[in-house]
């Protein structure tokens, strides 16, 4: 089996004409990952796309010298590529109140300047009457003393000096990263026109923050960052923002696994909503499709090896420890992270008298294939942070969140655990 990583990547180069001469590696001194996108003109320089703390850029790599600069300084999520019939460049670009929207310019040189931009689509014009909260890149020191980044989505019409409830919503991956573009995952900006603030961290273990950032979790994947999540929440108590009695947590994926370790180590929040969540390495091993990604954050150990390292870091060993509401949300056939996991976790909130809801939406895929069950999903899940975190709205019920569809068609099946 191939050993699994995740060192930056970098480009190596070497003459047409000379297939036996040694490759040149470029790009080493750039802690991110160096790519080819497009060339110069003149062949000289290698331009990329990357993600840079909470927002992507375009990036300019330096044959000659061997150097990697940043062509764009946006605080937005931006994608360049060159048209190959018109050599045009192509734009990308979304922000917090833009959704996705093409622009064209002649050449990397008049990207910096905004004015130089020609729009080529308007896909959503409604979305200039929408109201929508501020969304800003903050910055918190964690328990350990390292800076780590994250998007606050305050609640429209914010208040300065009024507490407001929190979603912390959990990105997946974990190698992946919240970033300023429009709406950010889970819904935010909805959560957000409910009067909720929102904080999406960019945890230990996320991209766009260099190589130790993405690495700090291999070998004790949880620890670092639920501290980074934990602090984060700190942060916004202390500058006023949020009420620290009604604060919620959701994720998918990784952001999964980060929920059902918050559900296990503390009973700060007041409501959960884990999406395709392990709540069992060892188990998990075995029925996933990607193995050598879960050797290489256990610590590149099999867990036959050594059960421990993978058992100390299953939310389902300290699972008596759990307390909070919790709403289970998994794709009947995930690849990724199979549903035998959410049932773990289920089964145990059940015996133990915690307040759970399942929900198994048909499909095949790691997230949820149609947008029918994605709004059973956000219904069932606004439903229930209602509720309990700010005591709105009637006591949960699943059938009556299937009410508010159209009868026809598949959705998910759920089962109630008992209170």
């Not at 929408?130 to 003393?145: M, N, P, R």
Request: aromatic residues 10%; without cysteine; glycine residues 10%.
């Amino acid at each position: 089996m191939t050993q699994y990583n995740m060192t930056n990547n970098r480009v190596y180069l070497r003459r047409v004409d000379d297939r036996a001469g040694q490759l040149r590696k470029l790009g080493g001194t750039f802690d991110g990952d160096a790519m080819i996108g497009f060339w110069s003109k003149d062949g000289k320089t290698i331009y990329f796309n990357e993600g840079i703390k909470a927002t992507n850029q375009l990036m300019a790599l330096d044959i000659d010298k061997n150097t990697v600069r940043q062509v764009s300084n946006v605080h937005a999520s931006l994608n360049a590529n060159e048209d190959d019939d018109s050599r045009l460049l192509l734009l990308n670009y979304a922000d917090p109140s833009t959704p996705a929207t093409l622009f064209t310019v002649a050449s990397v040189d008049q990207i910096p300047v905004r004015a130089n931009w020609r729009q080529l689509t308007d896909a959503n014009p409604q979305v200039r009457g929408f109201a929508l909260g501020d969304e800003e890149e903050i910055t918190w020191k964690s328990t350990d003393g390292k800076t780590v980044g994250g998007i606050l989505i305050k609640p429209v019409g914010y208040q300065p000096g009024t507490r407001y409830p929190l979603i912390v919503a959990i990105h997946g991956g974990p190698a992946s990263a919240d970033v300023l573009g429009f709406n950010g995952g889970y819904g935010a900006q909805t959560y957000a026109g409910a009067g909720y603030a929102v904080l999406m961290p960019n945890y230990r273990g996320s991209t766009n923050y260099g190589e130790k950032h993405k690495t700090d979790i291999v070998g004790n994947y949880f620890q670092k960052g639920y501290e980074d999540i934990m602090t984060g929440v700190d942060h916004l108590i202390s500058q006023g923002i949020v009420d620290s009695t009604k604060m919620g947590v959701l994720g998918w994926s990784a952001g999964g696994h980060w929920s059902n370790w918050i559900l296990t180590h503390t009973n700060r929040f007041k409501a959960i909503s884990t999406g395709a969540g392990t709540s069992n390495w060892i188990s998990m091993y075995a029925e996933s499709d990607v193995q050598r990604n879960r050797q290489f954050y256990l610590g590149n150990k099999l867990p036959y090896d050594d059960f421990d390292a993978y058992w100390n870091q299953s939310p389902l060993k300290y699972i008596r420890n759990a307390k909070t509401p919790t709403m289970i949300h998994v794709v009947e056939g995930d690849p990724r992270v199979p549903r035998p996991q959410s049932e773990e976790l289920f089964m145990a909130l059940k015996r133990l008298g915690v307040p759970a809801e399942m929900y198994v939406y048909p499909g095949n895929t790691h997230g949820i294939p149609d947008p029918r069950n994605h709004l059973v999903k956000s219904v069932a899940e606004m439903a229930w942070m209602d509720y309990w975190v700010r005591g709105s709205g009637k006591k949960f019920a699943w059938r009556e969140v299937l009410k508010t569809l159209d009868p026809e068609g598949s959705v998910a099946t759920a089962t109630a655990a008992s209170n």
